[in-house]
């Protein structure tokens, strides 16, 4: 009955002893793991940073480019303001040239 009862002591230290190694076995995983994952979390952090200021660049780009297309337009309508007034002053000599031509071969001539 001792040896019986040895055997079962030895078969389950054994059982005891495999649990305990892939316990460890487990940890070792788990934070081999950890590390991986915390790695991943870095890295994708970095590239997370890398595109906000990506993006940030991006806008601001934009903005410049719209606030220099809103010029572009203010310089372009003011031009076109100033191609009215000079097309109506032309006229308004044209006119007067022919009023004076009319006026001149009317009564000087």
Do not use: P
């Not at 054994?14 to 305990?20: A, Q, Y």
């Not at 991006?58 to 606030?67: A, K, P």
């Not at 303001?81 to 000599?93: E, G, P």
């Amino acid at each position: 009955m001792r040896t019986d009862t040895i055997s079962r002591d030895n078969v389950q230290d054994i059982k005891i002893e495999n649990l305990n190694k892939q316990m460890a076995d487990r940890k070792i995983f788990d934070t081999e793991t950890a590390k991986a994952l915390n790695a991943f979390q870095y890295t994708l952090s970095e590239h997370v940073n890398v595109n906000n200021k990506n993006f940030e660049i991006v806008s601001e780009s934009i903005r410049e480019l719209t606030d220099n297309q809103n010029n572009a337009n203010a310089k372009i309508e003011d031009l076109d303001r100033r191609v009215v007034q000079l097309t109506v002053i032309l006229y308004a000599v044209v006119v007067a040239v022919l009023v004076g031509v009319i006026v001149y071969a009317q009564f000087l001539a």
